[in-house]
């Protein structure tokens, strides 16, 4: 496997698995069978933002009693939800569930968003939580190994976070007019794909199965199967590599 150790100048994409204290995401899906995917954050009243948020489940009484663990948080100054909007009916890993769109007012010193980008972490997709642990897609220019580890150590100290690299996506930095290999995959094999990560296929040792994964889309095996091995054989080559080892 590749290093980045002896590696020049590059920009790499990476999947943070994150937590962090005084958040209220991370403590309304804390073992609950229930997610959020956060999609954009705008400044509101009083030193507040306002996120929108995708509230997703397996049932609508299961989506109800997360709005309702929204609204009861000490660390939410308000919830509205809007109207459904199409656009996100089947963003990732909410394809198949029952969702609500929220407008959620809270403290923006509860977020880590501003220790991310203070450190050249910039987000690069809506993140996701679920189960207590939120999910960042950045991207990072110049990046190395012990550049990377300084940086993530940094915010880690400043707010308590607790943070893991799930995985990298790295290519020099001449190459950077090589498409993102993602976005050539189709909308179905990108969510089965994203919910493989998501559930530790890719980890070592591997954190479910593919039967699991099935079950879990909501398909065949075998068709599972298919849709990840499309992916796969688009997402894996030279120009991008998968470095997994911890930073």
């Known amino acids: 496997m590749e290093s980045l150790d002896d590696q020049h100048t590059k920009s790499a994409r990476l999947t943070l698995e994150i937590w962090h204290p005084n958040c209220w995401t991370l403590e309304v899906t804390d073992g609950a069978e229930t997610g959020l995917i956060a999609h954009t954050v705008s400044n509101a009243t009083d030193d507040r933002v306002k996120g929108h948020f995708t509230a997703y489940g397996e049932s609508a009484a299961a989506v109800d009693e997360l709005v309702a663990a929204t609204k009861r948080s000490p660390l939410t100054s308000s919830v509205s939800e ?3 909007r199409y656009e996100f009916e089947h963003h990732g890993l909410t394809s198949g569930y029952t ?8 403290d923006p010193g509860n977020t880590i968003s501003d220790g991310l980008i203070a450190q050249g972490f910039i987000q690069d997709a809506p993140v996701r939580i679920r189960d207590g642990l939120e999910y960042w897609s950045v991207f990072v220019e ?20 607790d943070i893991s690299v799930i995985k990298i996506y790295s290519h020099e930095t001449r190459s950077a007019d090589v498409p993102r290999r993602v976005d050539t995959l189709s909308e179905r094999q990108r969510e089965i794909y994203e919910l493989a990560c998501d559930y530790g296929y890719y980890s070592w040792p591997r954190e479910t199965t593919t039967r699991e994964l099935a079950d879990a889309a909501g398909i065949a095996k075998t068709t599972l199967l298919e849709h990840l091995r499309k992916a796969e054989a688009k997402l894996l080559s030279p120009e991008t590599r998968d470095f997994t080892r911890s930073l």
């Open 99 to 106: 969702t609500k769109e929220l407008f959620v007012e809270y």
């Open 142 to 161: 110049s990046a190395n190994r012990e550049e990377l580890h300084d940086r993530l150590n940094a915010i880690r100290e400043e707010y308590g976070a």
């Open 82 to 84: 809007m109207q459904r």
